[in-house]
């Protein structure tokens, strides 16, 4: 399976963007998915993730109440809305995928095993 993330961009700080992840290949609709994000100088962070089965999601404390994790299994698409940006979301966002993960794994970079190739979402003050 293969992961396209899209929809980064530029926002003003309290705006809002929103992220696809885009699965090719006949099992993507099975995987679990995270996005994660990375900025300049700073180490790859968990934002939020949900299972397969899209009834339970997860966040970092940093983007709860701003940002939803929803996907599409029948366009096998997962989305990242984000809302109230603020300048410290500036980051390259990935998306990542594994059919492997359980509650205790699933903000764990490391047990992701497909990740797409990023997207850049600069925010302005």
């Known amino acids: 399976v293969q992961l396209q993330a899209s929809g980064g961009g530029l926002a003003q700080a309290g705006g809002s963007l929103r992220l696809s992840c885009a699965a090719s290949?006949?099992?993507?609709?099975?995987?679990?998915v995270g996005w994660f994000r990375q900025a300049p100088g700073k180490e790859r962070e968990f934002v939020a993730a949900m299972f397969r089965s899209g009834v339970s999601s997860y966040y970092a404390d940093f983007v709860k109440g701003r940002f939803t994790i929803s996907r599409n299994n029948a366009k096998d698409t997962v989305y990242l809305q984000m809302n109230s940006l603020n300048p410290e979301d500036t980051a390259v966002y990935y998306c990542?995928?594994?059919?492997?993960?359980?509650?205790?794994?699933?903000?764990?970079?490391?047990?992701?095993?497909?990740w797409g190739q990023g997207t850049q979402v600069t925010v302005s003050s």
């Open positions: 990542a995928g594994s059919s492997r993960l359980i509650m205790s794994t699933i903000r764990n970079a490391r047990h992701y095993h497909n």
């Open positions: 290949g006949p099992t993507g609709s099975s995987y679990s």
